[in-house]
T-cell receptor, first 111, second 116 residues
Framework: GNSVTQMEGPVTLSEEAFLTINCTYTATGYPSLFWYVQYPGEGLQLLLK?????DKGSNKGFEATYRKETTSFHLEKGSVQVSDSAVYFCALITNAGKSTFGDGTTLTVKP | GAGVSQSPRYKVAKRGQDVALRCDPI?????LFWYQQALGQGPEFLTYFQNEAQLDKSGLPSDRFFAERPEGSVSTLKIQRTQQEDSAVYLC??????????????FGPGTRLTVL
């Protein structure tokens, strides 16, 4: 079956540090890939997505590139802020619309 | 308009009780999803509605779980004879289009169910 494996957390960084959260996937066919973010007390919300190989999704300074050859979709940000503290979920959706989520990575950014 | 809302936000049930969890999707959204999220894990798919039709219930863990969306808007997830392993956060999500590979799902805040 399909699976998504995320870098284990928690991740603690100082403000303005560089962020990478690794995500790899296993799926048949060519899924679309997503990063969702969950801020404290709120529901999951879409951060960015990529629908085909080599596409780069970007939003709020975050980026992720769909790498088919390494089946990866790593999340990066050049300079994190305290307000980026949240739980980040990597997910895939197959052509049939079936979704699979990773277990989430908790990020804490300290001033 | 408003986002996806869920009620109650917290529910404590004694083992064996029945519970009903409500989801109000974004107005006009065609698709509605239910997920179960155990502590420290990602959401696990339970069931999918396209308007009032339940097109996929492959993720429902047992016949104690039942979901409906009779008028194609509000949905209710019912769990009969709750067990401790049912303790989790239940998430509802909606999407403006029929389920597909690129749809963006809009999530509610979830209902945290604790079964004692």
């Amino acid at each position: 079956g399909n699976s998504v494996t995320q870098m284990e957390g928690p991740v603690t960084l100082s403000e303005e540090a560089f962020l990478t959260i690794n995500c790899t996937y296993t799926a048949t066919g060519y899924p679309s890939l997503f990063w969702y973010v969950q801020y404290p007390g709120e529901g999951l919300q879409l951060l960015l997505k990529a629908t085909k190989a080599d596409d780069k999704g970007s939003n709020k300074g975050f980026e992720a590139t769909y790498r088919k050859e390494t089946t990866s979709f790593h999340l990066e940000k050049g300079s994190v802020q305290v307000s980026d503290s949240a739980v980040y979920f990597c997910a895939l959706i197959t052509n049939a619309g079936k979704s699979t989520f990773g277990d989430g990575t908790t990020l804490t950014v300290k001033p | 308009g408003a986002g996806v809302s869920q009620s109650p936000r917290y529910k404590v049930a004694k083992r064996g009780q029945d519970v009903a969890l409500r989801c109000d999707p974004i107005s006009g959204h065609v698709s509605l999803f239910w997920y179960q999220q155990a502590l420290g894990q990602g959401p696990e798919f339970l069931t999918y509605f396209q308007n009032e039709a339940q097109l996929d219930k492959s993720g429902l863990p047992s016949d104690r779980f039942f979901a409906e969306r009779p008028e194609g808007s509000v949905s209710t997830l019912k769990i009969q004879r709750t067990q401790q392993e049912d303790s989790a956060v239940y998430l509802c999500a909606s999407s403006p289009e029929a389920r597909g590979p690129t749809d963006t799902q809009y999530f509610g805040p979830g209902t945290r169910l604790t079964v004692l």
